[in-house]
Nanobody
């Protein structure tokens, strides 16, 4: 599966962005999709994920209550809605997909097989 992330940009603190991750090559039905981010000089960190069934979602503590994840199966697209953005959310955001990952492994980037190219999000104070 190929993933194309988009929607990043430069915003001020408190504003919102919606990232999109469009998949090609196979349907996202039955596939877990996750979002990770990496700031300069830091390791890639987990942001949010939707399980293979699409019924379960998890978020990192740093974004819980501000970010949400949703799917549009007709468009084979997963979205990350980011509200009340903070300067510490600044990073390159990556989407990932995997058809066999288990729920307990969703937050670990080493367990994901497919990655998009990343989209830059910059939040100014």
């Amino acid at each position: 599966v190929q993933l194309q992330a988009s929607g990043g940009g430069m915003v001020q603190a408190g504003e919102s962005l919606r990232l999109s991750c469009v998949a090609s090559g196979r349907t996202l039905r039955g596939v877990a999709v996750g979002w990770f981010r990496q700031a300069p000089g830091k390791e890639r960190e987990f942001v949010a994920a939707s399980s293979r069934t699409g019924g379960g979602t998890i978020f990192s503590n740093s974004v819980k209550g501000r970010f949400s994840i949703s799917r549009d199966n007709a468009k084979n697209t997963v979205y990350l809605q980011m509200n009340n953005l903070k300067p510490e959310d600044t990073a390159v955001y990556y989407c990932a997909a995997d058809s066999s990952i288990i729920t307990s492994s969703l937050s670990n980037p080493i367990h994901w097989d497919y990655w998009g190219q990343g989209t830059q999000v910059t939040v100014s104070s």
